[in-house]
């Protein structure tokens, strides 16, 4: 073989990362990316934009009582005459602050839970699973309800109540990883040189099972912001002067026959807004699925 038919070094194309391979697969997805730029804009127009507004949450004009969108109030204003377009977006900021903190709840509970189950195993693994099981038959919504009825109504509450009842599926997925790479020969090395459990599983383990984690975490966002518009619906939400996108659509629902907008606007915001958590995180789940790659 000749020195010529060699291939140069710099002539060979460049390997990838596994996040650089599932950030190429995630921006083909064009439905995924447009959802995130759209779902990005929704949170800065809700944390920015009642800054920029005029009127002010807890305003009330009762002379005007229920307008229509005009040039005054875009979005209209409602039966107490407060501006409905700042109680939208600082509805936002409460149904999306309830979705992010509820699944941050769920998320640290479920993860060292199902981590710690799946890395021992045997029996604590089986007690332990059996006690997901249990409370997966019991109704979420009675439980988040008998929790804020017995503990009383506050917005901390609120994100722990929801959290509390969030994490039975993040503990499967955590447990069905960690079972997995448990077996591999880095955790066995990590055990020949001393190293706690405790330090292999957080340390060693649960990274190499995050991508699950983030797809799924993504789902859990709208899941809960459905579940608090469900509390709002029943009137164990967010207590008035605040609001959330939830309480906006019980109160437009009551008087949508007169004044349509008062649903109308709150309700396209929230589908929007789940709409895009959901082809987000089906996006995330493609691109990071390795079989996907596989044309």
């Known amino acids: 073989m000749s020195a010529s038919s060699l291939t140069p070094l710099a002539a060979l194309p460049r390997g990838r990362s596994l996040r650089q391979d599932a950030w190429a697969r995630l921006r083909k997805n064009r439905l995924a990316m447009v959802c995130g730029v759209v779902l990005a804009g929704v949170v800065l ?3 920015g934009g009642p800054l920029f507004c005029s009127y002010r ?3 009330q004009n009762l002379d005007m009582g229920a307008t229509p ?3 005054q109030h875009w979005f209209g204003t409602d039966e107490a005459g407060r501006d409905l377009l700042v109680r939208v977006l600082t509805g936002g900021q409460v149904s999306l602050n309830v979705g992010a903190l509820a699944t941050l709840v769920s998320l640290i509970i479920g993860v060292a839970y199902g981590a710690t189950a799946g890395y021992l195993g045997g029996r ?4 332990m699973m059996r006690v997901v099981d249990v409370l997966y038959s019991l109704p979420f919504m009675v439980f988040v309800i008998l ?6 109504r506050s917005m901390m509450l609120l994100y722990l109540a929801i959290g509390a009842v969030e994490w039975l599926t993040m503990a499967r997925i955590v447990r069905a990883g960690v079972q997995a790479q448990a077996r591999q020969e880095f955790v066995e090395a990590a055990r020949s040189l001393g190293l706690s459990d405790a330090r292999i599983i957080f340390r060693h383990i649960v990274p190499n099972v995050l991508g699950p984690v983030i797809v799924y975490t993504t789902l859990t966002v709208p899941a809960v912001m459905l579940l608090e518009a469900a509390l709002s619906f ?10 959330s996108w939830g309480s906006l659509i019980d109160q437009g629902a009551k008087s949508m026959e007169t004044y349509p907008w008062l649903l ?8 929007l807004t789940l709409f895009c958590f959901n082809f ?3 996006g995330l789940r493609d691109a990071i699925d390795v079989k996907s790659s596989k044309d």
């Not at 604590?124 to 007690?127: G, K, P, T």
């Not at 029943?234 to 609001?243: A, D, F, I, T």
């Open 45 to 47: 127009l809700c944390y």
């Open 57 to 59: 949450i807890e305003a």
């Open 124 to 127: 604590v693994d089986s007690v």
């Open 280 to 282: 987000v995180g089906d």
């Open 264 to 271: 109308a606007i709150p309700a396209a915001f929230f589908s």
């Open 234 to 243: 029943l009137g164990l939400g967010v207590q008035p002067p605040q609001s």
């Open 147 to 152: 929790l804020t009825v017995a503990f009383g």
């Open 69 to 71: 969108p005009s040039a």
